[in-house]
């Protein structure tokens, strides 16, 4: 049998109040009713006498779980782990208690409902004296779709309550189960909505197109988006959405099955805690994402080190908000990397990890800088390719060079830096090297990792700025990679700016963009890469030849 567990409101109750609320959480009703009259007169002479609201949960054995006691006009559901309920849409667990006032489910019964997943919630309007005089009832709509994510049923009168409600239950969790068996298998899981606040202000491109590569960050790290919010005011300091807004991502997240909240920003600790608290979801913000894409594409000991560093710093400021949401995320997304015990450890032994890698990266810089000095000893001229993620950097590296370099339609596919060498007529030779991808507001403590590995184009004789023409925000993209370029001082660098994907191209625009004598290429179909080497060559030893001459 059950342990009934009594709670809520109960100071100034007297001993023999006592008594009849321990009797009535030891009662056993029907499985197969939602309520008897008998438990629902019970509880309503009982509610009228000490002036409270009576709340019950019932098993679907019919086992008083919990008793609640509330105030005149409420009752408060005691913490039931709303985050994992076995495997079932449904708790198992049905919810009656009393109205004192003539009033119908209001909004705080619904929610209850819907956050907790109880099979079903019903209030009994009591009269004077404790006598039901009709019942309202709501369940949890098994459409995820549908408008509302509740299903009112008309008032019942007493009379009017039947049985056959164990059937009921079952009915409504086999439309759940064939709702979820219709998805496809990589939308069952990583299931997350998207929240992108913006301050018109402050934003450099449109929330439209900031939120579009949140999406495409979230097909990298396999996540299935199933709907975005989007507000377009400063961000609000505590919940950044708001209390009503946050209510309502709340209630859908619940309906459509939601495990992650992804937010299109920086969130600080203190705001990650609060949303935890609140949701009971993973939450992840923009950098955490960014950074665990990195954690998943590094391959070298390099990158491994850089991506780790730059996790520990992110992790560093929140160990003093360590809460349930920390804990959430010490598996899957967002929380690969360090680890959970790297999330457990104090701020003392987070630093002496960071001085640690911090020491062995500098050893590796070292290490490149000897080899950089051999190539310039050899005289051998560097290209570098960069431009912005997914832009088709490593796919052009393999189309020049006949390599296999890792190449997706996922953004930061290739993270690590891969180089490869081509030879010219006259034995002439280059290397040219692909970089890590640029994208807009590239977390601080991942850009300044990554600041040695970006040092090396310093010392190239020229950048090819690979951009996406037929992705409709390239300009943006350009921008960003300037920015980041003239960040680090390489604006004197020559630069060819090459245009891929323009297979994907409208043939007017093509057309337009050619007669501009813009550099027009295809990495897969490999439309435009003659000439683009031929103007690699010229651009080298010509540009060589002349400053030969003017010395």
């Not at 064939?178 to 998207?194: C, P, T």
């Amino acid at each position: 049998m059950t342990i009934s567990k009594i709670s809520g409101n109960l100071g100034g109750l007297k001993p023999n109040h006592l008594k009849k609320l321990k009797s009535l959480s030891e009662k056993r009703l029907r499985s197969d009713s939602i309520i008897t009259l008998d438990f629902a007169r019970s509880v309503g002479e009982l509610s009228v006498e000490i002036r409270r609201q009576i709340g019950t949960l019932i098993d679907r054995s019919g086992y008083v779980t919990h008793l609640i006691v509330g105030s005149d006009h409420s009752i408060e559901i005691p913490h039931l782990d709303r985050y994992r309920v076995a495997h079932s849409r449904l708790r198992g667990l049905r919810l009656f208690h009393s109205h004192l006032k003539d009033e119908a489910l209001n909004q705080e019964d619904l929610m209850d409902l819907v956050l907790n997943r109880f099979d079903s919630i019903t209030a009994a309007v009591v009269d004077s004296e404790g006598i039901p005089k009709y019942f309202y009832s709501a369940y949890i709509n098994p459409d995820p779709d549908a408008s509302d994510p509740w299903v009112l049923e008309n008032r019942k009168f007493p009379g009017q309550l039947t049985e056959g409600y164990a059937e009921e239950v079952q009915a409504l969790e086999t439309e759940f189960t064939k709702k979820n068996s219709n998805l496809k298998e990589s939308q069952k899981f990583n299931r997350a909505f998207l929240v992108g606040v913006y301050d018109a202000r402050k934003m450099r491109r449109t929330p439209e197109h900031s939120m579009d590569e949140l999406r495409e960050l979230c097909k990298t790290a396999d996540i299935h988006v199933v709907d975005v919010y989007v507000q377009k005011k400063a961000a609000d300091p505590s919940t950044v959405v708001g209390k009503g807004k946050l209510q309502e991502i709340i209630l859908k997240s619940v309906h459509k099955d939601i495990e992650l909240l992804i937010f299109d920003l920086e969130l600080a600790p203190a705001q990650a805690k609060k949303i935890s608290d609140a949701t009971d979801l993973k939450i992840i913000d923009r950098t955490q994402l960014i950074l665990d894409i990195f954690s998943k594409n590094a391959k070298s000991r390099d990158g491994k080190l850089q991506v780790e560093l730059a996790q520990l710093k992110y992790l560093k400021n929140r160990l003093s908000e360590l809460d349930d949401n920390m804990s959430r995320l010490t598996g899957g997304i967002g929380g690969r990397g360090p680890g959970e015990t790297k999330l457990e450890i104090g701020k003392r032994r987070v630093e002496e990890k960071i001085t640690r890698l911090e020491i062995e990266l500098e050893s590796l810089k070292k290490r490149r800088e000897l080899n950089r000095k051999a190539r310039t000893r050899n005289e051998v001229p560097i290209v570098a390719i960069v431009g912005y993620t997914n832009a088709g950097k490593s796919t052009l590296l393999n189309a020049l060079t006949n390599s296999e370099v890792i190449a997706e339609d996922k953004l930061f596919a290739t993270l690590d830096p891969t180089t490869r060498r081509i030879r010219f007529p006259e034995e002439r030779e280059i290397i040219i090297s692909d970089t890590v991808g640029f994208i807009h507001d590239l977390p601080p403590d991942l850009s300044q990792a990554f600041k040695a590995t970006l040092e090396e184009l310093g010392d190239a004789d020229l950048l090819l700025h690979v951009v996406d023409i037929s992705n409709p925000n390239y300009t943006e993209q350009m921008e960003a990679v300037d920015g980041i370029l003239n960040s680090l001082n390489l604006h004197e660098i020559p630069r060819l700016v090459i245009y891929n994907k323009a297979d994907n191209l409208e043939p007017e625009f093509f057309e337009k963009l050619k007669n501009e004598e813009e550099i027009l290429v295809s990495a897969v179909t490999k439309l435009g890469l003659n000439e683009l080497l031929s103007l690699i060559e010229s651009r080298l030893w010509m540009g060589k030849q002349e400053k030969v001459l003017a010395s």
